[in-house]
């Protein structure tokens, strides 16, 4: 029997030991996707302690605490910050086999250095280990300790960027980039969340925005600034993916609608949303950026604790819609027109996994290696299972050699264990097929591909 979290975890043959430890292990990270503060890592933040760093903003621990049967008061209401520690560690035993388990001693070990379980009776102990060793452990020193070379924020694009401007002039290391994610700009389905950012973007660019030609030429401006300042990708959360065509005439009606706070019917927000896609991913193309599509998730479920926490609060799923004949229809009307830039699309439902990789491969140009990725396990899919599924499906369908491979997509320092969780899988899938004489014994080739889906692909693919 192996022991829990050995040296060896998740390596289940000498091949995927060999890819590992040989090839996979010391690569350096391209985080092209992920939530974290640019104002923290600009300010070189210290963290108060372990709660500070490991709980706060932690969705996925804070479902799994309602659903041991944690008040809300332990999780993210006014306890004290151990308190709410203890209540997770008294949770983590109860994560057996959720992959909040393996992640949770994993970060515990790395940077930690903490092998003991996490309970309840052990939780006093590692909470005390762990706050000695914060003073030294900032953002700034955690991304260069987990071999960090580039991570994009996500970022609004009315945001000032004084903060990746102030990283820049003052560098440490990893090279900290914006994203840019024009979501608010698209959401005339609630019109208070778009006249807030209309407002917002004609403060920034200091235009009259009276018309959806006048927001989409500031919008633009503000891609123009993203492009200065480092940027070289859009992201893109959307339910589904759109596609119906209007007119301007109608793009202007719908823009007046949303502006006097009138509601827009179904039709008339696929119409505008369509509209806002096309025109960003035309930027996108000239410029020569990479675009990103995080697909399939309903959000905002609970209306109660929407109210009480906001948006991210822990109440999102994956959602159930149809997507092939919209995004055909979407990324064919780039195509047609030449204006279809490098593109990764995400898929939160399993069920979708051959649907999203076959897609992909429609729209292979030959023009840059793995153009149209099939993007990794994404939310509630960046786990074992999900992974394997995720480069399974890529594997059949299309070309996991061209793979860009793994992201954070986290608002946690801590997260870059991902990576390693990451890494490990995918060695020993490929450990696993050498073994069972599906892939030749070649470990020199073998191992070159392990490095490009870790860190190579990336670095060729987004050209930072």
């Known amino acids: 029997m192996k022991a829990f979290l050995s040296e060896d975890f998740l390596l289940q043959t000498e091949t995927a030991k060999r890819l590992y430890f040989d090839y996979a292990q010391e690569m350096p990270v391209i985080d092209y996707h992920n939530h974290l503060p640019p104002d923290e890592i600009a300010q070189n933040k210290a963290f108060r302690n372990l709660t500070d760093i490991w709980l706060r903003g932690d969705h996925y621990k804070w479902r799994a605490m309602r659903a041991n049967g944690v008040p809300e008061k332990y999780i993210t209401g006014d306890s004290d910050d151990f308190t709410k520690f203890r209540h997770w560690a008294a949770t983590a035993p109860y994560t ?107 403060t920034v660019t200091n235009n009259d925005i009276s018309s959806f030609k006048a927001m989409m030429e500031a919008l633009h401006q503000r891609h123009t600034y993203f492009h200065e300042k480092g940027g070289r990708l859009s992201d893109h959360g959307i339910s589904t993916f759109v596609f119906a065509p209007a007119t301007e005439s109608e793009l202007e009606n719908i823009f007046v609608k949303a502006r006097k706070g009138q509601p827009v019917n179904d039709l008339e927000n696929e119409q505008f949303k369509t509209a806002v896609l096309l025109q960003v991913c035309g930027w996108n193309h000239a410029r020569g950026w990479a675009q990103q599509f995080h697909a399939g998730a309903i959000r905002n479920n609970n209306s109660r604790l929407l109210q009480l926490l906001g948006a991210d609060a822990g109440v999102d799923s994956i959602g159930d819609w149809s997507n092939a004949a919209r995004m055909s229809a979407f990324f064919n009307e780039l195509e047609r027109k030449d204006r279809l830039a490098k593109t990764i699309v995400y898929n939160l439902n399993p069920a979708d996994n051959e649907v999203f990789a076959t897609m992909m491969g429609n729209f292979q140009d030959g023009t840059v290696a793995g153009k149209m990725q099939y993007g990794s396990g994404w939310w509630f899919l960046d786990q074992k299972d999900g992974m394997e599924k995720q480069m399974n499906t890529l594997s059949n369908m299309g070309l996991l050699s061209r793979f860009v491979g793994m992201l954070t997509d986290s608002r946690s320092f801590l997260s870059y264990s991902r990576h390693e969780y990451f890494r490990r899988i995918l060695c020993n899938l490929l450990g696993q097929d050498v073994e069972n004489g599906e892939l030749p014994d070649d470990i020199k080739w073998l191992g070159k591909m392990v490095q490009d889906i870790c860190y190579n692909n990336a670095k060729a693919y987004f050209g930072f």
């Open 96 to 202: 057996m086999r959720n992959p909040l388990y393996h992640w949770s001693h994993m970060e515990l070990r790395n940077p930690f250095g903490v092998k003991e379980l996490l309970n309840e009776s052990t939780a006093e102990k590692i909470y005390q280990q762990c706050n000695e060793q914060l003073p030294a452990l900032t953002t700034q020193a955690l991304l260069k300790h987990f071999k960090v070379d580039v991570l994009c924020t996500t970022d609004d694009p009315v945001d000032s960027l004084e903060h990746h401007a102030a990283i820049a002039a003052h560098p440490f290391g990893p090279r900290v980039l914006p994203t840019f994610r024009p979501d608010r700009a698209m959401a005339v389905d609630n019109p208070a969340a778009f006249n807030a950012f209309v407002d917002q973007l004609a």
